[in-house]
């Protein structure tokens, strides 16, 4: 049973440049949040994805968005990248109304250069 | 009021000690402590969590300590092993969707 599944697992762009990241979530799961982990810091909150909807969004501006696809897969853009925008972005799913299973994946390493 | 307050920043520790990690909130309406364990190049992994109805929840070596008057708890790790270096967070969440970290405390216990 395959967990939460992220690629590219790292990626380089340029700042200016838009990225995109994809989350496949755990088998079972329907709701995939996403999360940016600074380096030496706690990850914090973009958004959750849920029956295909942004459901809850964190303090992230508008150049951060996402999808969910119906097969509950999603992904995550970002556009006119800066070079605070290199972190760790980790994708975590779950199933609606379920709170102790949160899972997350390995994440995928952004650096902006 | 969003905050989870970690702390210390880092740890060390013989093997066999008893690293304690603690952490404070604001927000009331949190309901839902977790603590997760992740290494590096890994995301974080679930190790323990908490509801604030009980005091104390022990998982293996792993024991969560609850204080909801002071809005504070903490991680006990009983006869830590080298395998247990890693950083440790505190999380907390409401509603059960956004998880709130705390900063983290990265534990390296000595052979």
């Known amino acids: 049973d395959a967990g939460v599944t992220q690629s590219p697992t790292h990626l380089i762009k340029t700042r200016g440049q838009q990225v995109t990241l994809r989350c496949s979530p755990k088998s079972g799961h329907d709701t995939v949040s996403w999360y940016q982990q600074a380096l030496g810091q706690g990850p914090q909150f973009i958004f959750q994805y849920y029956e295909e909807e942004e459901r809850q969004r964190g303090n992230f501006p508008d150049r951060f968005s996402g999808h969910q696809f119906p097969n509950y897969s999603s992904e995550l853009n970002v556009n006119a990248l800066l070079l605070g925008d290199s972190a760790l972005y980790l994708c975590?799913?779950?199933?609606?109304?379920?709170?102790?299973?949160?899972?997350f994946g390995s994440g995928t390493r952004l650096t902006v250069v | 009021q969003q905050q989870v307050k970690q702390s210390p920043q880092s740890l060390i520790v013989q093997k066999g000690g008893i690293p304690i990690i603690n952490c404070a909130y604001e927000?009331?309406?949190?309901?839902?402590f977790p603590w997760y364990q992740q290494f590096p190049g890994k995301g974080p992994a679930l190790l323990i969590a908490i509801r604030p109805d009980v005091s104390e929840k022990k998982e293996g070596r792993f024991t969560i300590s609850f204080n909801k008057s002071a809005k504070q708890f903490s991680l006990h790790i009983m006869d830590s092993q080298p395998g247990d270096s890693a950083t440790y967070f505190c999380?907390?969440?409401?509603?059960?969707?956004?998880?709130?970290f705390g900063e983290g405390t990265q534990l390296t216990v000595n052979p």
């Open positions: 927000n009331t309406a949190f309901d839902y």
């Open positions: 975590a799913s779950s199933l609606a109304g379920v709170r102790y299973g949160y899972t």
């Open positions: 999380a907390a969440n409401s509603d059960g969707s956004r998880l709130t």
